[in-house]
């Protein structure tokens, strides 16, 4: 199954998640055990919505420190989603280029958001994928100049 539509499926349980205010985790596990009329969650889905869940506090910080006049609790329940998703691919997640987790977050609001949401979710994770990229380089070990 396409990456693309494993996003789509992982953003359809944080949604859940988010709407009920039930822990991620719980759902996941009976989305898991329990598909439903649902064929089972991709792999890949079940590795976003476990990141999402292990690292949520971080992503909802990154994200709030980004944003401008939009903390994360005020953000609508899919924009939020979308956006902590690609956070997460971007911070934590060293097998997709940051372009491609920004790109599928805004092919994802492009069909679910409102016009507005589109450029929102790509100003923020710019910003996202530039600080984590600088942390990145920062923390990279500098070796010796050979004087």
């Given at each position: 199954m396409a990456r693309s539509t494993a996003r789509k499926r992982a953003l359809n349980t944080l949604y859940e998640a988010d709407e009920k205010g039930q822990d991620i985790l719980s759902l996941?596990?009976?989305?898991?055990?329990?598909?439903?009329?649902?064929?089972?969650?991709?792999?890949?889905?079940?590795?976003?919505?476990?990141?999402v869940a292990e690292h949520i506090?971080?992503?909802d910080a990154m994200?709030?420190?980004?944003?401008?006049?939009?903390?994360?609790?005020?953000?609508?329940?899919v924009d939020r989603n979308i956006l902590r998703?690609?956070?997460?691919?971007?911070?934590?997640?060293?097998d997709v280029p940051n372009m491609v987790a920004i790109d599928e977050a805004l092919s994802l609001a492009k069909t679910l958001c409102d016009d507005d949401s589109p450029a929102f979710i790509h100003g923020l994770l710019s910003a996202v994928s530039a600080d984590a990229e600088a942390t990145e380089v920062a923390e990279q070990p500098t070796e010796p100049s050979a004087e």
């Open positions: 996941l596990a009976e989305r898991i055990g329990q598909p439903g009329a649902q064929t089972p969650l991709p792999d890949y889905a079940i590795e976003i919505v476990r990141g506090a971080a992503i994200l709030d420190e980004h944003s401008t006049g939009w903390k994360v609790k005020r953000m609508g329940v998703i690609a956070a997460w691919e971007i911070m934590f997640n060293d």
